[in-house]
């Protein structure tokens, strides 16, 4: 079966007629939700607790819903706009960004799509700010969250250019982000291993005297 023919709701054959009220105000709300309430509780997080994991995770989470509703369900309904990855039958990975074709282009809301380009560009920009003060004050451990942040909003960002320019590639830097995070979460994994298991120290082994 075509990989490229296994979908469940034909794209660009969504109702998206032009309107003066947005004609998805839920798929809009959570588009800019996860992706504020993420900027928000990074910025504003330390001032109801001081533990930076419980910030972690949390912000780790809000990223994670955020990437996957923008790349699988607000890109294709505000803006017609998709980018999915399938392996063929011998392994090969194929990255592939599809925008909607013909008299269904004209069926995209144009305030929905001002909202949607307008978080991703700004959210991203946010986050490159966190990126710089983190970097100017040296503090590695945010710098790190701050960078999967960042990752996980340049792909989607990257990929939606990529799908409004009609192009297709078989590699994108939405696999980089994987292999980033994944690289990262087990370097953290190996930091808080080693911090709780402190290597034994060698057992005292008294000399003996040559006899």
Not at 29 to 40: E, K, Q, S
């Amino acid at each position: 079966m075509d990989p490229l023919s296994d979908d469940t709701i034909p794209f660009g054959e969504e109702n998206t007629a032009n309107s003066t009220q947005l004609p998805h105000p839920y798929v809009t709300f959570f588009h800019l939700f996860f992706r504020v309430t993420a900027v928000f509780i990074y910025f504003f997080g330390r001032l109801f607790t001081e533990s930076f994991i419980t910030l972690f995770v949390l912000i780790i989470l809000l990223l994670s819903m955020d990437f996957w509703i923008v790349k699988n369900i607000t890109g294709r309904i505000m803006v017609g706009l998709r980018w999915w990855n399938y392996v063929d039958d011998d392994g090969v990975s194929h990255w592939v960004y599809e925008s909607k074709k013909g008299s269904v282009q004209h069926r995209v809301n144009s305030g929905e799509s001002r909202i949607f380009w307008a978080g991703l560009w700004s959210v991203t920009g946010m986050w490159i700010l966190f990126f710089i003060t983190s970097l100017f004050s040296i503090n590695f451990k945010w710098m790190l969250l701050v960078c999967i942040a960042l990752t996980l909003n340049i792909a989607n960002l990257y990929g939606y250019i990529k799908c409004k320019g009609g192009n297709q590639e078989n590699l994108g830097i939405s696999s980089m982000a994987s292999s980033f995070i994944f690289q990262n979460i087990g370097k953290v994994r190996e930091t808080m291993s080693s911090l709780n298991n402190p290597p034994s120290s060698p057992p005292n082994i008294k000399p003996t005297g040559i006899v």
